[in-house]
């Protein structure tokens, strides 16, 4: 009962409207990792032990294949500056996410497998006006919350099983019912719009993931220290 009311209780903030407050995750990231379906990696746990950092998230497959796999990830480089509410504590430290897709049905199809503890996806009904379409279809919408705090450098949200039928685009995009973009949710129930957000490329399409640049240090203390002086 209690896992239960947590739930609920991070759910009704998701659908609040976003406080202006500066939360714990101010170069959160979204990517997307793309593989050949096989009943061995057709798992949360698989994907998410592939997928480790930035850098190890594959964002596109080769033209054959046409039976994938693409999770989606939240991440947050511990490398960068901390976050401002808990200095010396950087990484994620993630309750929810509201988000969307967007893709072409003639390039693809997909099949939802949920990796958080809940989610709350559009349904096809909006009494408000004109319905949003069902979750997972192109410019629906989900909320995923958890009821464990989420640390670490990177967090799978879930993933689609996707047939392709031609090249094209899966494209992480922000929540249509909530339109407040695509944002993170932390554990002092601050939100956090998403700084960039990966696609997936399918059927030979390129795709891409908004990995971190690593900046050189060329400080001249560096530059000494590489000459021994």
Request: proline content about 8%.
């Amino acid at each position: 009962m209690r896992r239960l009311i947590a739930i609920l209780g991070t759910v009704l903030v998701l659908l609040t409207p976003s406080a202006s407050d500066a939360g714990k995750h101010p170069h959160a990231l979204v990517l997307v990792h793309a593989a050949p379906y096989s009943t061995s990696v057709g798992s949360c746990a698989a994907l998410e032990a592939m997928v480790t950092d930035c850098g190890s998230a594959a964002a596109q497959v080769g033209t054959s294949e046409t039976d994938v796999l693409i999770g989606v990830y939240v991440f947050q480089d511990a490398a960068l500056d901390p976050a401002p509410q808990e200095p010396g504590d950087p990484g994620l430290h993630l309750l929810g996410i509201d988000w969307g897709i967007h893709y072409d049905t003639a390039d693809l199809s997909l099949a939802w497998t949920l990796c958080g503890d809940l989610d709350l996806p559009t349904d096809g009904v909006n009494p408000e006006g004109s319905p949003y379409p069902a979750w997972p279809l192109p410019g629906s919408g989900n909320s995923v919350v958890w009821v464990e705090v989420q640390r670490g450098e990177v967090v799978l949200v879930g993933f689609f099983r996707a047939t392709v039928y031609g090249p094209g685009t899966l494209t992480i995009s922000g929540h249509p019912v909530t339109q407040w973009g695509l944002q993170v949710l932390d554990d002092e129930l601050y939100f956090d719009p998403v700084s960039a957000a990966g696609y997936a490329g399918l059927g030979g399409a390129v795709g891409m993931n908004p990995c971190p640049t690593p900046v050189k240090n060329t400080s001249w203390g560096r530059i000494k220290s590489q000459y021994g002086r």
